[in-house]
């Protein structure tokens, strides 16, 4: 049984601030690491993916992946209210084309 | 991004009655679609993957004479909600793998959902 984990939060941080999500895997085959961004009532939207171990940036985010310790990270800086949402980390393992979603974890960033 | 539209993005039905929902991708040719539900504060649940011209896998507990799917093409997947209830009403998402996104493999972008309300 592949198990995807993320603390369900919520996360409260302030305005300016670094937002830290975290996911951890089971599966040590996994191979791509996706990042999603749900608000309240609508679909969840693709922020970005990491396959290889280390960092990647885009804007204000920045994932971080770690495969010996089967972990991704989603790092967010200069928080913002409008960043409010609930964050899922799903995980695709090599040879499969259906990825395991996360329960999400909520972020709540205040004035 | 790739882009994936939903219709109806809101539908409210009498009980009884059957509902169709249409998820296709625009701007790229999708062998595998999902389906998903949401109910209000809850995560997502897969209720089918569907793949092109072939029968779609249904997800344990998930009544495929209920919720019939097709994936009749490349780019359109539809979900059929037959005699639907009100226990029924949910957010409805369908998402579609598009396939070799920049190295990570498959990458699954996502409809804007439809929001199903049954009387």
């Known amino acids: 049984q592949k198990e995807v984990e993320q603390n369900s939060g919520p996360l409260s941080v302030p305005e300016g601030a670094i937002a830290s999500l975290n996911c951890t895997y089971s599966?040590?085959?996994?191979?791509?690491f996706f990042w999603y961004r749900q608000y309240s009532g609508k679909s969840p939207e693709l922020i970005m993916f990491i396959y290889s171990n280390g960092d990647k940036e885009d804007g204000r985010f920045t994932a971080q992946l770690n495969k010996a310790s089967q972990y991704v990270s989603l790092l967010i800086r200069d928080s913002q209210p409008s960043d409010s949402a609930t964050y899922l980390c799903?995980?695709?393992?090599?040879?499969?084309?259906?990825?395991?979603f996360g329960r999400g974890t909520s972020l709540i960033v205040h004035p | 991004g790739a882009v994936v539209s939903q219709h109806p993005s809101r539908v409210i039905c009498k009980s009884g009655t059957s509902v169709k929902i249409e998820c296709r991708s625009l701007?790229?040719?999708?062998?595998?679609m999902f389906w998903y539900r949401q109910f209000p504060k809850q995560s997502l649940m897969l209720m089918a993957t569907s793949n092109e011209g072939s029968k779609a896998t249904y997800e344990q507990g998930v009544e495929k004479d209920k919720f019939l799917i097709n994936h009749a093409s490349l780019t359109l997947s539809t979900l059929t909600v037959t005699s639907a209830h009100p226990e029924d009403s949910s957010f409805y998402i369908c998402s579609a793998n598009r396939p070799d996104s920049g190295g990570a493999g498959d990458t699954q972008y996502f409809g804007p959902g439809t929001r199903l309300t049954v009387l």
């Open positions: 599966d040590r085959g996994s191979q791509s």
């Open positions: 701007d790229f040719q999708a062998t595998t």
């Open positions: 799903a995980v695709l393992s090599g040879g499969s084309y259906i990825p395991t």
